[in-house]
């Protein structure tokens, strides 16, 4: 069974989706199978930074639904062997119908078939983080020297508790 990896921070800005994609690809180099989640239904911008913004049909909203498997869900990087991506839902308003449940039973799943899930949380302290924390077995909160992200950094480190 595969590690979960929750990456969080708690401003916008830090790097954090650079560290998923960053860390992913190292992952993968290693001969790592590596799912990354977008779990910011916000913005959406791990697919723009990994080259795959035409690619990503279906979102884990629609895996943890049921609506797809995580297999046709979670796209082959075009480059990036052992990667696959699995995308934020399009309209961030799906994301609260997912029941928080549900979400920890698609990592438990793919930890089954993968040996790093890296889920790239959006910036602050807010439901995503503790939807997917429980389902996680590390977390890395993502931070830069500034008061103002740090401050960020401690209010993650403290919703994670």
């Known amino acids: 069974m595969g590690t979960a990896i929750l990456v969080a921070s708690g401003k916008g800005g830090t790097g954090k989706t650079s560290f998923c994609a960053n860390v992913a690809v190292a992952l993968c180099a290693m001969g790592e199978k590596v799912l990354l989640i977008d779990a910011d239904a916000g913005l959406r911008s791990l ?7 035409d690619s990503l049909l279906f979102s884990y909203a629609d895996v943890a639904r049921g609506d797809a498997l995580l297999k046709e869900a979670a796209v082959h990087h075009p480059i990036v062997r052992n990667l696959r991506v699995l995308t934020a839902p399009a309209d961030p308003a799906r994301r ?37 924390a429980p389902a996680a077995q590390r977390a890395v909160i993502v931070s830069t020297a500034d008061a103002l992200a740090l401050r960020g950094a401690q209010k993650a480190s403290q919703t994670l508790r």
């Open 47 to 53: 697919d723009l930074v990994l080259g795959m913004a």
């Open 96 to 132: 609260s119908e997912i029941p928080d449940a549900q979400l920890c039973a698609l990592i438990r799943r793919a930890r089954d078939h993968f040996t790093y899930v890296l889920i790239d949380c959006p910036a602050g302290v807010g439901r995503e983080i503790t939807a997917f």
